[in-house]
Every structure is written in structure tokens, then in C-alpha cells.
């Protein structure tokens, strides 16, 4: 052959290479952001609707907020290659918005888009050459939680490529304060099944209905006649409604534990702990986490100093993972476990011990531990053997409610009243008398000892409930709350007398004391909405926020009245004459009374009324929230 005939061939052969793997050169436009179609020069063509050989692999299953994640687009055969790709990130819940962000190549083989007026949500490829694969690094957003499907167009020649390749769903839960340990980098598998993946992202342009088989849910099948099932919300086994539910068979000295999560939950771990005392601390754990496409099965001991569940403590051999599965963000795991686990010389016996079982789950993840059960904890009633089967229910809340209702009643009820009587009614009801008090004074004496006594009964209660610290925000504040309250009415006992002139010092102090631990009760109320243990609807939250608002108008109101009240008044002693003044001095000091005393302020029958207004409107609050805190958990429980 000669060397122009080999000159010609090898660039005929070239010219064929480029024209196989021809594609945008410089990467998708920002036009096709929702289509993620490719639009080559010689017009539109249509996908491919054949089984996709390429796959979109990412490097774990769940993300926390704000972490990097690795996504690799590569052929299902090591010799495949491609040439021009298109990837995005998208909610798997309806709106389906494009969610996340991409961060710059190193080599510069990637072209970053902004798409939905987002920056840099979007990724394409900066050149046409043929590549076995692409790694690029996504990071969720903070303030993201649930679940995405990463979607990739995929060009292997300038007619052959097809549109939204999905990759396995990635959870986003929240970050633990503390931060996970950095997520693990691992290659994709090469037995990539594009079958086991969800249904493909589809254009707008080729959108097709589609009907979702119904899926009978034998998770409650045999509940309390061959298998022990216990569940959160308190009842949910009986309606088939649980957010958390599990399950224990025993078969001879096979003990076997199912657990489940809610759909719709974005849990990150699902938990079934055995406890002597219902509570959390010193109970053997067993957890199913998701983790780099798998669930995983770890067993830990609970710890009350500092609160935490301890994986290093327990054999990891005590258990073994039967099946699992992670699917449309529920977490299911079938675990058998040995009949008896050693903890730190401490026997947990399965076959004659009596146990109360505990059901946890929460969206975000510790280092080598699971995190806080936001999503919910519950323990059951009563421990048993887990051989004998019976119908299980939640412990008694009881104590939990009372609290919750005292502290409404103390901070929104009586304190809210008090504070007004004492700010805006000194001139009212002037010569009027209890006990030898002045009818403000006699009523604010009144609301905050009742106030007192709510709190102080409130904290005693969940001590009791709870037997140990708990601490978070609500926790905390309200530990401060309860300090202030307490040490009020002990410096009134040491009030100073009204010529004193430390007197002004006590005023100020005892004004700062009672409206900062009223603030503080209000905020740490609000907390408390988002506690699991509270189970109250998250729309309690906008009560809350009308109370606040109604409250502080009631100020402005009585505020501006004072005003208008003061100049009232001290335009009229101004006109009085001095004959005047002198004869109303000696009437009212031979009925041994001023005659400052003997007369309300001006605007006093305003004032009467907008009190009363607000004393209703108050009691309204009150009732509301106190019937929520006790009657929330039973709705939700036949929700």
C-alpha cells in the first residue's frame, strides 16, 4: 500500500470517528434545560427508546445538607464511550424542580449550566471527544431534605443517545451539628442494572400517563396472633398508619425483627431498642441504615452520659441483616438476633428476659451513629417476653400532657394577664381594696403565684416523666425559665419600701426578671412544637404566632392609652385652683385618703373594657392550645 493511500485512509478513518461520536463541542445550550434535548446542526432527532447502555452511579445512597456527593456516568461495558452528556438533579416529588449544586471540573472537561435562574445546577461537556466516563461532584442544598434522582442525557454518536437516565434515588437528611464523617468515595459496580432503577426522567414533550400498580402492605399481616408488632404514632398498628413500625417473630430460639420507616419521612435510620425502664439509656440497639446503596445493619448500646448510641460497645456479630431494602425512601430490614448479647457485662436474655420494646427514626446521621429521633421515639407500656404475642401500646403520656398544659397555662394564661394588671392598671379601680391591696396588686399577686406553682408543678412532672437531662433548645430555655420564675417572688419578699432608694433598683430588676422569663417561656414553647415526644401538628406553630401578635397590639393599645391618660391628668391638676386643692386635700384626708387616690385615671372605663376583650380573647388561646397538646397525639394517631 502507499503512503497516499494510507494517508487517505487514515484520514477517511478519522473523519468516521469524529462523525461517530459528533455532538455539541462545546456542551449542551441553557435552552434545553427541561427537555434535555440535544440539538445537533443537522436538526432535532428523536432519542433512543432501547434500554440505555450507560449508567449514572453515585457514591452513596444518602447525602447530608451541604455535603459532596460523587456522580459517574460511564457505559455498562468498559469499552463503551460517549460523547456528549447532559446531567441534572432533580426533587423526586412533584414540582420536580432541578435542586443542588455542581462544582467545576479540575481538568476542565465539564461545562457547568444555570438553569431555573439556579446557579451551576446543571452539568454538560466542555468538548465532544470520546470518554469512558465522567466524575463530577454535587453538593444538596442546606436547606433541601428529601429525596433526587439524578437525570443524564447521554450521546454516544450524533443519532444515537438517549434522554433522562436515571440513577438510583440519593436521600438528603439533615446534618447533625456535629457532622457526619466525610462520605466514603466508592467505584461504580460494573453489574449496573438499569432495570432496578426508578422510571427515566421524561421531557415535557413526551409525556405519557401511566398507572402505579396497588401494592398490598403484609407488614401488619399476623400483628398480635404469630408476631408481636409495635408502632409510632401510639395506635398505628391497629389503623395500618405507623411512621415507625416493627415486628418480632420467634420461632423456638429464632428471634427475628422486622422494622420499617414511613414513606414520606426522609428518615435516614430506622431503630428497635429493648429497654428494663422505657426510657433511652442502657438498651441494646439494633439499626438499619442506608449507605452507599445498601442497608446496613448495626447493633449498639444507648448511653445517658453523654446521650449517645454506641456502636463500638456491642459484638456486631450478635445479629445478621436476613434481607433489607430501600425503596421510595422507606427503610425495611428483616434482622435475626442471637438469643443472648453481652453488653458490658450486662446479659440481654431474649428468651427469659422482659423487655419494653422502643421504635425510633430520624433524618440525620452522627459519626459511626445514628442522629436525634426527630421523626419519632416511642416505648411500649409494659415490657414482655417476646415470645408470648399480644397486642402492644405506647406508654402513658400523661405526665408529658399535664406539663405541656401547665406551662400554657402559666406562660400564655396567667403571666400575660398579670403583667398587664401590673403595667397598665395602678390607676384604676383607685380606692377599691383586697385584703388591704389595691386591686391591681391583689390580682397580679394572684396570676403570678398561680403561675409559680404552674411551673414549678410542670418541671416536677417531667423530671418524673423523664428521669434525666434532656438537652436541646427547649430544654435549655426552659430550664432558665424556670430559674427566673422561681427566684421572682423570692426578691419581692426583700422588696425595698417606697422611699428606699434601692427601691428604683428593685423595680427595674424585678420588671427585667418576670418579661424576660415570660419571653423566654413564649420561645421555648415554640420548640417544644417540634419535639417528637410532643406530637403536635406543626400548624400550632401559626397559634402561637397569633397569640404573640394579639399580645403585643394589646400593649400598644394600653400603652397609647397611658399616654393619653397621663396628659389628661396633668392638664386637670393644672386648672385646679389652690382654694380647691386645698378644700378636696381636707375632705380626703378626713376619710383618711389622698385625693390622687380617690379618683381613676382618665380613660379607666377604656381600659376596663379592652381588659376584658382581652381576658376572653386570652382564655381562647388557652383553651385551643391546652386541647391540642392533649388531644393532638390521639388525631394523629387515627390519622
Known amino acids: ?35 434535555m434535548l440535544p440539538f445537533h446542526s443537522g436538526g432535532r432527532e428523536l432519542p433512543q427508546n432501547s434500554v440505555p447502555p450507560f449508567g449514572i452511579e453515585t457514591s452513596t445512597s444518602v447525602v ?5 456527593l460523587r456522580v459517574d456516568i460511564s457505559g455498562l461495558r468498559p469499552e463503551l464511550s460517549f460523547g456528549g452528556f447532559m446531567i441534572q438533579a432533580r426533587n423526586r416529588n412533584p414540582p420536580y424542580q432541578i435542586v443542588g449544586q455542581f462544582s467545576p471540573s479540575r481538568d476542565g472537561t465539564i461545562k457547568l449550566m444555570n438553569c431555573e435562574n439556579s446557579v451551576n445546577n446543571s452539568a454538560t461537556h466542555s468538548n465532544a471527544g470520546p470518554k469512558q466516563q465522567v466524575s463530577l461532584d454535587w453538593q444538596p442544598p442546606v436547606d433541601f431534605l428529601g429525596q433526587v434522582v439524578f437525570n443524564a442525557t447521554v450521546a454516544q454518536t450524533y443519532t444515537d443517545f438517549w434522554v433522562g437516565i436515571p440513577s438510583s434515588p440519593v436521600q438528603v437528611v439533615r446534618r447533625d451539628i456535629s457532622g457526619p ?79 420499617r420507616s414511613g414513606k414520606g419521612t426522609n428518615a435516614a435510620y430506622v431503630a428497635v431498642g429493648l429497654s428494663d425502664d ?60 442471637d438469643p443472648l448479647t ?23 446521621l452522627k459519626e459511626n451513629s445514628v442522629g436525634f ?85 410542670a418541671y416536677i412532672l417531667i423530671w418524673v416523666e423523664l428521669k434525666r437531662a434532656v438537652w436541646h433548645a427547649h430544654s435549655i430555655i426552659g430550664l432558665i425559665t424556670v430559674i427566673l420564675c422561681f427566684i421572682q417572688p423570692i426578691g419581692a419578699l426583700f422588696r425595698p419600701g417606697p422611699n428606699d432608694k434601692m427601691r428604683p433598683y428593685f423595680n427595674w430588676g424585678h420588671w427585667l426578671g418576670g418579661n424576660l422569663a415570660h419571653i423566654l417561656a413564649i420561645v421555648a414553647i415554640f420548640f417544644s412544637v417540634k419535639l417528637p415526644k410532643a406530637e403536635l401538628p406543626e400548624w400550632m406553630d401559626w397559634i402561637l404566632v397569633g397569640f404573640v401578635v394579639f399580645h403585643v397590639l ?11 391618660s397621663d396628659r389628661h391628668q396633668s392638664q386637670r391638676v393644672n386648672t385646679f385652683q389652690m382654694g380647691d386643692m386645698a378644700h378636696h386635700h381636707q375632705h380626703a384626708m378626713r376619710n383618711g385618703m389622698s385625693m390622687e387616690r380617690k379618683m381613676d385615671a382618665p380613660y379607666g372605663g377604656l381600659r376596663k373594657g379592652l381588659l376584658g376583650v382581652y381576658t376572653i380573647v386570652l382564655a381562647l388561646f388557652v383553651v385551643v392550645l391546652i386541647l391540642l397538646v392533649v388531644l393532638a397525639p390521639i388525631e394523629k394517631a387515627f390519622k
Open 278 to 337: 422505657a426510657r433511652m439509656g442502657d438498651d441494646l440497639t439494633t439499626e438499619c441504615v442506608p449507605e452507599n446503596g445498601r442497608v446496613n445493619l448495626y447493633s449498639s448500646y444507648t448511653s445517658n452520659n453523654p446521650y449517645a448510641a454506641i456502636r463500638g460497645s456491642v459484638s456486631q456479630n450478635s445479629a445478621r441483616l436476613l434481607n433489607a431494602s430501600f425503596v421510595d425512601g422507606v427503610i425495611y430490614c428483616k434482622v435475626q438476633r
Open 554 to 564: 394589646v400593649h400598644l393599645i394600653f400603652s397609647v392609652s397611658s399616654i393619653a
Open 64 to 68: 447530608g445538607q451541604g455535603q459532596t
Open 1 to 35: 500500500m502507499s503512503l497516499p493511500t494510507m494517508v487517505v485512509l487514515v484520514a477517511l478513518a478519522a473523519l468516521l470517528i469524529a462523525a461517530t461520536v459528533q455532538s455539541l463541542p462545546q456542551g449542551a445550550p441553557e435552552t434545553v434545560c427541561d427537555t
Open 373 to 457: 429521633h426527630n421523626i419519632g421515639f416511642l416505648p411500649s407500656s409494659s415490657p414482655i417476653n417476646l415470645a408470648v404475642v399480644q397486642e402492644l401500646g405506647g406508654s402513658s403520656m400523661l405526665l408529658v400532657r399535664l406539663h405541656g398544659a401547665f406551662m400554657i397555662a402559666a406562660w400564655i394564661g396567667t403571666t400575660s394577664l398579670g403583667i398587664i394588671f401590673a403595667r397598665y392598671f395602678k390607676q384604676t379601680w383607685v380606692g377599691s381594696q383586697t385584703c388591704g391591696k389595691d386591686q391591681w396588686f391583689a390580682w397580679h399577686r394572684m396570676l403570678m403565684v398561680t403561675t409559680w406553682s404552674l411551673t414549678v408543678a
Open 342 to 364: 453481652v453488653v458490658q457485662g450486662r446479659s440481654f436474655d431474649l428468651k427469659n428476659g422482659a423487655y419494653h420494646m422502643l421504635v425510633a427514626s430520624g433524618t440525620g
Open 181 to 259: 464523617a466525610p462520605l466514603p468515595t466508592v467505584n461504580p459496580p460494573t453489574n449496573f442494572n438499569i432495570a432496578s432503577t426508578r422510571s427515566p426522567y421524561v421531557p415535557p414533550s413526551y409525556v405519557a400517563p401511566s398507572v402505579s400498580p396497588v401494592i398490598e402492605d403484609t407488614f401488619y399481616d399476623g400483628c398480635g396472633q404469630i408476631k408481636n408488632c409495635f408502632g409510632f404514632p401510639n395506635g398505628c398498628v391497629a389503623t395500618q398508619s405507623c411512621t415507625i413500625i416493627s415486628a418480632i417473630t420467634v420461632r423456638g430460639e429464632v428471634y427475628e425483627f422486622e422494622m
